[in-house]
């Protein structure tokens, strides 16, 4: 699949799916809310309006009120790729999305995930 057939999936539609994937491991949808509002500076109220709007990923990104700088500092393998090392931008926020709930559902404490 393409990049820019990635970018137009909406995040509406892999929200549930990193939902399940915390859950599964006993983790919540509110720590996923957190994960997803410290990255990319969403209220919970925009979050929703986001989800319920079925804004595409590179909408999502691109229209972040305020991407965490701290996001640099998320390092890792996701799908076999260092995200660290993603030149392209959006699919490098992607890849940080992914990579912070594959922490949170491994175990991580939140604290870590959020690189405090």
């Known amino acids: 699949m393409d990049n820019h057939r990635v970018y137009a999936i909406s995040v509406a539609s892999v929200y549930p799916l990193y939902i399940a994937k915390a859950e599964k491991k006993g ?38 009120p305020k991407l965490n700088p701290a996001r640099l500092l998320i390092t890792g393998v996701v799908c076999g790729v260092r995200v660290e090392n993603i030149e392209e931008p959006t699919m490098r926020e992607i890849r940080y999305m992914d990579k912070l709930i594959d922490e949170l559902a491994r175990g991580k404490a939140m604290e870590k995930i959020l690189r405090g």
């Open 27 to 64: 983790r919540t949808k509110a720590e996923v809310d957190q994960i997803l509002c410290w990255l990319t500076g969403h209220s919970p109220k925009s979050l929703d309006d986001v989800l319920a709007n079925k804004t595409n990923l590179e909408d999502f990104f691109a229209r972040a």
